[in-house]
Each structure stands twice: as C-alpha cells, then as structure tokens.
C-alpha cells in the first residue's frame, strides 16, 4: 500500500520556516486524510494524540466560546441568568403537578424525588442538543479560517455544565431548607456521579456533531430519541418503578440495566433523596463504557474533520 | 525564476519557495456536498450512474517564491477561492501536494464569524483565539485593533446592532492585525464607506511589504498590475495562463470579452423568441 507515494520528505531550504505544513493527499482521498506534519496517514495513537494537542492548545478558545454562550444563553430577557436557577425549578413543578396531583402519586417528598432526576436529566438533554449542532451553526467561519472543530463539541458540553453547576443551587436550597431530614454528607457525592455523566456526554456530542455535518437527520433524530430516552429512564419514576414493571422479562430486565440513566439517576436519587451510597458498580461500568465511547468520537471525529469545510 | 520585486517589497525576491502546489486537484463529491437525500441515492443506484463528482480544482501546479506576489484571477466561479482555501489549510487537497513555508494568514471574507450577540471587543478576542493568536498578543494588539476600526462606542455594543460597513471595519482590522510571513486576500479591498477603503488599501499595501509573500484573488486589475510581479489565471479549476500580470490581464479580459459577446449572443435569441417583433 503505497497511498502518499507523492509525498516528500522534508528537506533542505523547507526545514527552516517557522510554520511547516505538509499536506499530502492521493487521488481518493474524499476518505478524510490530513497532514499536518508528516506525510503519512495518522493512525488511531496519532489521532488522539492530535485530539490531546488540539484541546490543551486551543484552550483558551473553549474558555471564550463558553463565556460567549453563557453569555447568550442570558440575553435578551428580563431575568437572564437568573433563569438558569428558575427555570430547573419550573420543570419540576410541572412533573410535580402532573404526576403528583393529576397522577396522583403518594412517593413522599416528591418535590425532592423529582428534582434530583430533572436536574441531571436537563443537563444531558440540553448539553446533547447544543452539543450536536455546535459544529453546524459554526459552518461559515470553519470555511474561513483553520481551526481545531474538536474545542466546538467539548465547549458546548463544558458549558452546560455551568449551567448545571447552577442548577444545584436550588437543589441545595430544597434539600437543606425544606427536606432538612433527607441530608445526608452521601450528597457530596455528586461531582463524582456528576463527572462520570459528564464523559458520557462528552462521548455522546461529539460523536453526533461530526455525523450531523452529513446528515442533518441525526439532530432531528436525536431529539425524539432523547424524549424516548426521558421516558425509559427513571426521572418521573424510581429505578425500583421500571425493574418492577419488566420484572424478570428476558429482553426487557437487561436493556433497562443497561440503560446508562438507569444508574446515573439511580446514583443521584441515592446520595440526595435516599441518603444512600451511589451505585458504585453501575457507575464503575458506566465509566469504562464512557471513556471507550469518547475515544471512539473523538477518533471518528479527527477522521471526518478534514471533509467538515467541503461539506458544510 | 528570480524575478526581482521592486516594489512593493521590502524583502527581495530570493530563490527559496514561500508556496508550492504540484499538481493539485480539489474534488467535491455531490454525493456528500449536495446533500442528496436517501431518495436520490437509490435513484441513481438503479440507473446505475455513479455518483457525481466535481473538480474545483486540477493540475495546479505553481511556486510562489519568497518575496514574490502573485496575483490570482478568472472568472467567478472558477476555483479562486478553492485555491486560496486550499492553500490557508481550511480545505485538504484531494490530488497533489502543497507546501508552505511560514506562517500563513488569509484575509478571506470578512467578518463571517462574528457572534452577533457579542460585544466588539469580546469579538476581537473570540476571532483572536479562533485564529490561534496567543492570549496575550490579542491582549496587547487589543487597543490597536479596537482604535483601528474607530467605532466609537458602539465597541461594546453587540456586533447585531452593527451596521455591514461597521462589520467589515472591525473584520478587516482584526485580520490585519496579524503579522505573517504569507498573507492571502480574497477581494477584501471593496469594504467600508471610501474614506475606510482607502485607509485599508493603505493598510494593505503595509502589509504586503511586510510579508514575505502574497497571494490575492481579485477583480481589480489594476491593483494585479500595480501590486503584483506575477499572475496567474484561472479558468474552470485549471491554470490558462501563469506569467507577468500583464499579459495575464490581457488574456483574461480578452476571454472576458468573448464570454460577453457569446452570452449576449445567447440573450439576443432568448430574446428574440417569446417576442419576435422587439429587437434590440
């Protein structure tokens, strides 16, 4: 296999620029392919190790696209940021409407119950939406300049976290001034429970931003699927709730384990509402399969980035 | 090839490459570009018609030497601004190779990436790290950049209250405000009112005698005439002509001129057809 027979080695008066760049490619090469320094087709070691360079050189632009979006995501109302407190309360108060007073549910304090399941839940769906158009709403600017695509996926996912650092704010205030009882110190906790959700996430926008600039399906997709994905998971209901209703069904039993909500909310409902240890064998596993995603984006990642400015 | 540059050059020409393409070809798939739904895919399957493919660029092979200018024209449409993609490292070549020597800066539209919801400021520091400028020469170029684009204080207000011509100020300072060694402009010189269009030409005749080398893409032949020691044209992704900018401008104008007088041709007759008594 001889795919870059046309690339030359570099030599003489070249080596002494301050910027070298060496761009290779074959005639098939709507394969992606990208040299930047060296003539050869990275592989998967040299991708990631791209990706690794890519993030920590380029983190000062994360730190301002962040900014930029928090910035935004304030503007233009009468409240701003004071909606990223209010507005994790409307949504419970809504379950809680529906599903205690029309549903009639009698789980004690289900203000707390819900709370502690929309918080994380909201994080992942919105994080994920943003996530996975965040390379798309930059097309014009990846046409004009050069510039690492991989800081757009992980500044949307880093600044959902913001958001949902703010989020638990009233989640404090309801389980320190209103559930005083249900505190326990299990609830410090949550940046732990809450890191493992992040890598997931992580994984999960990345690798859906790069596909989207192919197929703009996979954002109307995902958003039906991310609804889907609520209803299966124990946000409105507890972990016990579903494994009692499938029971011991042969397909059923193991798909709403594998569910990574199933722990990650059963986690947090854990440390806040039931002042019980995290599902440590469900978040260890969670973990391993999280990072084994984010590798895999992030390789898919580099490998259609070349193609993002033709495409787009 | 050692064409001596006078003017505008500060650096003479030497013989060490800034630039070299060798036989460079750019091809968009439609497969992937027009967006072709599920539909149209087994469509073609059943016709058996292969995807199509487009080459916005073929066979482009040419050097740009250290403290050389090169002028890049034809007509729309013909690959210009592919090229100039290509060589600022936004596109990946798909034939042939291209190498460059020193740190590339591309002036291509201007202002494109603007957050609208952003401040100038906080916009110059964004495209700042976009372009991969360290923290603290954004920082400390911030001043100039901001006294530059003289807008007075709509500079912190969001770039959505901006009118076109303020945009472009601030994009044409904050792209200028870098030093490269190899500077490429696509038309950036028809921005702004005329006392701004003048103050960048100004701006940009600085900057191209600081840079090492040049490329522009424009339609202004004069500034290829004035500005550049070499020109090449390009027509349908190919290189016609690669030589001194005048004979260069000749040719394109000549071309230009037969492209005029076919397409009025063609006009005459679709004229002529719907309404035989009206003629021109």
């Not at chain 1, 410090?188 to 809450?194: D, G, R, T």
Request: with cysteine; charged share 20%; glycine share 6%.
């Amino acid at each position: 296999m001889v795919p870059h027979a046309r690339a030359r080695p570099v030599h003489g008066p070249w080596s002494s620029g301050r910027v070298l760049r060496f761009r290779a490619v074959t005639a098939r090469s709507e394969t992606p392919a990208f040299f930047r320094s060296s003539s050869v087709a990275p592989g998967p070691v040299q991708l990631l190790r791209l990706a690794v360079n890519d993030i920590l050189s380029r983190r000062r632009l994360i730190i301002y696209l962040v900014q930029a979006d928090l910035k935004k995501k304030g503007a233009d109302t009468l409240l701003g940021n004071v909606w990223w407190v209010v507005d994790p309360l409307l949504q419970m108060l809504i379950y809680v409407i529906f599903m205690g007073v029309i549903l009639q549910r009698k789980t004690p304090d289900f203000p707390l119950f819900i709370f502690c399941a929309v918080l994380p839940w909201k994080w992942f769906d919105s994080t994920t939406k943003d996530g996975i158009a965040s390379v798309v709403i930059k097309d014009k600017l990846i046409k004009q300049i050069y510039f690492p695509k991989l800081v757009l996926p992980f500044a949307a996912v880093v600044s959902g976290v913001v958001n949902f650092a703010f989020g638990l704010i009233p989640l404090f205030a309801l389980l320190l001034l209103v559930y005083p009882q249900r505190a326990t110190a299990w609830v410090l906790f949550i940046p732990v429970i809450a890191a493992v959700e992040f890598v997931f996430a992580l994984g999960v926008a990345t690798l859906l931003s790069a596909l989207n600039v192919f197929y703009r399906d996979i954002s109307n997709l995902a958003r039906h699927l991310i609804r889907m994905w609520f209803y299966l998971s124990p946000v409105l209901w507890s972990a016990d709730d579903i494994s009692h209703i499938v029971g011991h069904h042969r397909v059923l039993a193991p798909l709403v384990v594998m569910n990574p909500f199933y722990h990650l909310l059963g986690s947090f409902r854990n440390v806040v509402y039931y002042g019980q240890p995290p599902d440590w064998g469900g978040l260890i596993g969670l973990t391993l399969l999280s990072l084994d995603l984010l590798v895999l984006a992030v390789l898919i990642f580099k490998r259609l980035e070349p193609t993002f400015a033709k495409v787009l | 090839m050692s064409s001596v540059a006078p003017f505008p050059f500060d650096n003479p020409a030497t013989e060490r490459f800034a630039i070299r393409a060798d036989e460079l070809g750019v091809r968009y798939s439609l497969k992937l570009t027009r967006k072709q739904t599920i539909r149209d895919s087994v469509v073609r399957r059943v016709r058996r018609e292969g995807d199509p493919d487009f080459w916005a660029l073929r066979n482009v092979s040419f050097g740009v030497m250290q403290g050389e200018s090169l002028g890049v024209i034809g007509p729309n449409g013909a690959g210009k601004s592919t090229l100039l993609q290509v060589l600022a490292g936004i596109l990946l070549p798909s034939e042939g190779v291209v190498e460059v020597d020193g740190h590339i800066s591309s002036l291509l539209t201007l202002g494109v990436g603007f957050d609208e919801d952003l401040s100038g400021v906080e916009n110059i520091r964004l495209a700042g790290a976009f372009m991969g400028i360290d923290h603290e020469v954004v920082e400390e170029r911030l001043a100039a950049i901001i006294d530059y684009a003289d807008l007075g204080q709509f500079i912190d207000a969001p770039i959505k209250t901006y009118s076109s011509g303020m945009r472009a100020r601030l994009g044409f300072s904050i792209a200028t405000s870098v030093e490269p060694d190899i500077l490429l402009l696509d038309e950036v010189l028809a921005t702004g009112d005329a006392v701004f269009r003048e103050k960048s030409k100004q701006r940009v005749l600085e900057l191209v005698r600081q840079a090492k080398a040049i490329v522009l893409v424009t339609h202004d032949m004069n500034w290829v005439t004035d500005y550049c020691n070499r020109a090449i044209l390009i027509e349908r992704g190919l290189i016609v002509l690669d030589g001194k900018p005048e004979e260069v401008v000749a040719l394109h104008q000549e071309h230009a001129a037969q492209r005029k007088a076919e397409a009025a041709a063609k006009g005459v007759l679709q004229l002529r057809r719907p309404r035989p008594g009206r003629r021109r």
